[in-house]
């Protein structure tokens, strides 16, 4: 019988464990104190909205999977351009998930033209950052797309609840996830509200190579995690920022649609200026975190000081 309590996790990387006294002193305290964001939104959670029409993320989508070859583009404007029947227009082999959960048509967005990254800003610039109301924020530079195609082969492991703190994110980082197609059931994030999970971090004494084992190998974890992270019910025009200590999770889609998402995390300039600790990405690459790589040197929301 094979010791699973002591397997390395059959999905996810390098998780963290701060033992260095000083990193880890600041690190608990950011995961137990009142976040700024958990002041203004006491459940670690709140929904926008922004008119689809002004930001056609959508249609850019749809021009950047054409042009590489993964989709005909008039299969989809006679879709509507709505992205949860890609499905059908996406041969196999490119819906198809990798270790990192990532598919061929997924890849292909990093690809997207500049107009997708100054819409994106502007959005952030103008509706996002603004509404968190901790003033100017600097922002992931290039987010991450999720395209989750129906009962797709190749889902790595259980589903990988977690935090991105785990995986080396810094806990004063604020999460934003754009659906750009309705989602619903596991076509969608699951989410666990801020207080709940910061239970189970602190039961665990913020040890995530520990939590990210059980996740995976422990059933009773599995389905208290099971228990406590919804999925979120959102579409186009709808925008979910969440407390970046908050457990969430991008399951299996066993439904009939296709689920295309991107996320983003900003960093509020006024509580990273107070910071001591630099974070870095814990897989191969040691990803740094740090202002001007991932995150924008340049800040948005700068308006809502003025106001
Ligand atoms: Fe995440």
């Known amino acids: 019988m094979p010791d699973l309590k002591n397997a390395p996790p059959a999905y996810g990387p390098d998780n963290a464990h701060y033992t260095d006294p000083g990193f ?3 690190f608990v305290a950011d995961m137990e104190r009142v976040s700024p964001f958990q002041q203004r939104f006491p459940a670690g959670i709140t929904k926008l909205r922004y008119d689809p029409r002004k930001f056609d ?3 850019i989508v749809g021009d950047t999977l054409a042009a590489a070859g993964v989709i005909d583009r008039g299969a989809l404007s006679a879709r ?3 992205l949860e ?19 061929a048509a997924a890849r292909v967005l990093y690809e997207m033209p500049a107009a997708f990254a100054s819409l994106y800003e502007r959005l952030l610039d103008e509706v996002v950052v603004p509404a968190i109301g901790l003033g100017p924020a600097h922002f992931q530079k290039v987010p991450t797309f999720r395209v989750f195609f129906p009962n797709a082969p190749g889902y790595p492991g259980a589903t990988s609840y977690h935090t991105d703190i785990q995986i080396g994110h810094n806990p004063r980082e604020v999460n934003v996830f754009f659906p750009l197609v309705p989602c619903a059931e596991t076509r969608s994030l699951l989410m666990a509200p801020l207080h709940e999970s910061l239970q189970v971090w602190r039961e665990y004494d913020y040890d995530f190579v520990r939590f990210g084992r059980d996740t995976q190998h422990d059933p009773a974890m599995q389905a208290r995690c099971g228990r406590i992270c919804q999925p979120l019910r959102v579409g186009v025009g709808e925008i979910v920022v969440f407390d970046s200590r908050c457990m969430h999770a991008g399951p299996h889609n066993k439904t009939a649609l296709t689920r295309v998402t991107f996320d983003a995390r900003v960093l509020p300039v ?8 630099v974070y870095q990405g814990r897989g191969r690459r040691r990803a740094s975190f740090a202002i001007g790589e991932y995150f924008s040197a340049n800040a948005v929301g700068q308006r809502t000081l003025r106001r």
């Open 80 to 82: 509507a351009d709505r």
């Open 57 to 59: 993320f959508c249609g």
């Open 270 to 277: 006024g509580d990273h200026a107070l910071q001591q600790n």
């Open 24 to 26: 880890r002193a600041e």
């Open 85 to 103: 029947f890609l499905h059908e227009l996406v041969a196999p082999d490119d819906q198809v998930m990798d270790g990192s959960q990532q598919s």
